[in-house]
């Protein structure tokens, strides 16, 4: 299925947000808020897939948008920033990922958002949703940004704070000119000023249910802090955009994989500091993937024989690791011969 670009809008300086034409009755795009599509980009006669999380809510948006921030001397980034126009088709994959609510009318719940930079996206997908069709539940937003004009939605997030006063509250982090007015904090996510902004909405550790996005070290500060006041993992959700980048050392040993696919079988030789993806997409093997983080379940396979090493910070379960199931773009080889069936 193809989607064709509606509209480009600048958010910020270095953000805009592409909306698409979700189809007719039976060819909408259905999602969950908080979901990411996965869209393929032809760049210099390769095609490029890359996810990205819906600013749109599939309840009262009819159209769909996502939000991309350029990052620098990101390929895909830059092209569409600099290149995509009204009217350009993107083939897609069907929306995925595992950070989404499913909003119930009669729930009624005490939500606390944390976002940094563009890690809003999906947020604020999640937050129109909840505000339209979760009546009952209120949301609490702790929002970080470097600078005050690069809040992403800002205007859009001061009208729903003024719609939705009683249920949707805003507190903004901003690290470097933050301006003096109630609501605004300068400098970075801290234990007191996290314990501040419950006591201040007469909310408790305990009750809330809680939903973080944005860059690693920004995660995983808010889930140290959390974790100090007794929240359970299990009241928490992530999404990580992108992962810090992983070093892995080479001993110089090389693996024979063995790469069952679609009822075809490719073997490479592969190093042990390149993963199975990657290695993989350089023979121009057409892999499934998307967040290429591990943080999605799109390049999931099971290793039949031999050994790979998965990284940590992947969402599967002990079980499925246990069971032989892996994430490609995260494994590397371990022993001298390995089997990968997707």
Known sequence: MKLIVKNIIKETEDVISVGFTNGG???????????????????????????????????????????????????????????????????????NGSFFIEPEKKQQKSYVFFA?????????????????KEIKSSIVLVYANRFFESIIFHEELVELQKQYGDRFKIEYLISKNAPAKPHYHKGLITDALVVGILDKYKLSFKNGEYMICGPFGFMEAVKSILNVNGVSPSRIKEELFKRPDTVIQSDGMMSKVQIQLNGTSHELNIANNK???????????????????????TCLASCVSGKVNMTDGHFLGQKEVDAGKILTCISYPASENIVISI
């Open 25 to 95: 009755f039976f060819s909408k795009v259905k999602y969950k808020p908080g979901q990411f599509i996965t869209l393929h980009f032809p760049i210099a006669d390769q095609i490029h897939k890359r996810a990205y999380s819906f600013s749109s809510n599939p309840f009262t948006d009819k159209d769909l948008k996502i939000t991309i921030k350029r990052v620098e001397n990101g390929l895909v980034s830059n092209y569409i920033h600099d290149y995509l126009k009204v009217g350009d088709k993107l083939l897609i994959d069907k929306p």
């Open 116 to 132: 940094a930079g563009s890690g809003i996206t999906p947020i604020f997908s999640i937050i129109n949703s909840v505000l339209q």
């Open 275 to 297: 993963s199975i993806l990657q290695a993989a997409m350089a023979q121009n093997i057409d892999m499934p993937y998307s967040c290429r983080s591990g943080m999605c379940s």
